[in-house]
C-alpha cells in the first residue's frame, strides 16, 4: 500500500513512518531526508537548496517531483511506500497523480495529523535538544516561516484529497504509540 502522510512541521509524519516502516515493510520516502543527505554530500543540488531550506522555505517543485519519481521506482518500494513531506503543493499533488498513473501505481490513504500549532515549537526544540545533528531550521524564527509556508501552500492539498475522499484525519496531539493505533485501524 502507497500513503502520503500529511502534517506542518513537527506533527509525526517522520515519527509514524519510521514505526511503519518497522511494522509493515513500507519504505519511508522522506524528501526532507533526501534533500538533507544532498546538502550534507555538499552535491550541486544541496548546495542549491541548502539557503531554502535553512530559511524554511520550500525548494522548487521540479527538484522533489524527480527525487520522488527516481525513488518510487526502486525494488525497496514493493510494499509499499509513505510519502513524508511529498507533495507539499497542489503542483506536487496533481504531478503525483500523473506520475502514479503513468507508473501503474495507486495511492491508499493521504492520513493527517492533526496537531495544535501551539505545541510544535516545544516538539522542535525538544528534537533539537535531543539530536547529536541539529537540523539548520529547527529553531524558532524558521518554524515560523516554515509554519506560514505550510498554511499558504501546503494546507490547499487537504481539500484536494478531501474532494477525492481520499482523506483520514488522526489526533496527532495524542502519544505517539496511540496515532500509531488511530493510523492502524484506517490502514487495516
Ligand atoms: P521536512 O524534513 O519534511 O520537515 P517538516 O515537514 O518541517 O517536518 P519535520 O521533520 O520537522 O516534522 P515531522 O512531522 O516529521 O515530525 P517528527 O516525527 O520529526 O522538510 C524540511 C524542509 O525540506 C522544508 O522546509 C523544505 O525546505 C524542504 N522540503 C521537504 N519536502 C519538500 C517538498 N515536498 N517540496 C518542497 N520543499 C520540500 O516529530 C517532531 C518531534 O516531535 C520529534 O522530537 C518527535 O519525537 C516528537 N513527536 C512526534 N510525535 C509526537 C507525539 N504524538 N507526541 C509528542 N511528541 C511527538
Redo the contacts with the bound molecule.
Keep these: 500500500m502507497n500513503i502520503i502522510l500529511l502534517?506542518p512541521?513537527?506533527?509525526?509524519?517522520?515519527?509514524q513512518a519510521k514505526i511503519l516502516e518497522d511494522n509493515r515493510g513500507m519504505k519511508q520516502l522522506?524528501?526532507?531526508?533526501m534533500?538533507r543527505a544532498e546538502i550534507a554530500a555538499e552535491t550541486p543540488l544541496g548546495i542549491k537548496v541548502k539557503g531554502?531550506?535553512d530559511a524554511?522555505?520550500?525548494?522548487p517543485d521540479e527538484v522533489?517531483v524527480e527525487m520522488i519519481s527516481n525513488r518510487i521506482e526502486q525494488p525497496d518500494c514493493a510494499k509499499g511506500f509513505i510519502l513524508?513531506?511529498?507533495?507539499?503543493t497542489v503542483v506536487?499533488a496533481e504531478t503525483l497523480d500523473k506520475m502514479l498513473a503513468a507508473k501503474n501505481k495507486k495511492l491508499g490513504s493521504v492520513i493527517q495529523l492533526v496537531v495544535d500549532e501551539d505545541a510544535l515549537l516545544a516538539?522542535?526544540e525538544?528534537?533539537a535538544a535531543e539530536s547529536a545533528t541539529v537540523r539548520a531550521?529547527d529553531n524558532a524564527e524558521a518554524l515560523k516561516k516554515?509554519l506560514a509556508v505550510y498554511r499558504e501552500q501546503t494546507a490547499p492539498i487537504i481539500p484536494y484529497y478531501e474532494a477525492k475522499g481520499m482523506l483520514k484525519k488522526v489526533d496527532?496531539m495524542?502519544?505517539?504509540n496511540v496515532?500509531t493505533d488511530q493510523i492502524d485501524k484506517i490502514l487495516g
Design positions: 502534517g512541521p513537527g506533527a509525526g509524519k517522520g515519527t522522506s524528501t526532507g531526508d534533500l531554502l531550506m524554511g522555505s520550500l525548494v522533489v513524508d513531506g511529498f507533495p507539499r506536487q516538539r522542535i525538544k528534537r531550521d516554515r496527532g495524542a502519544a505517539v496515532v
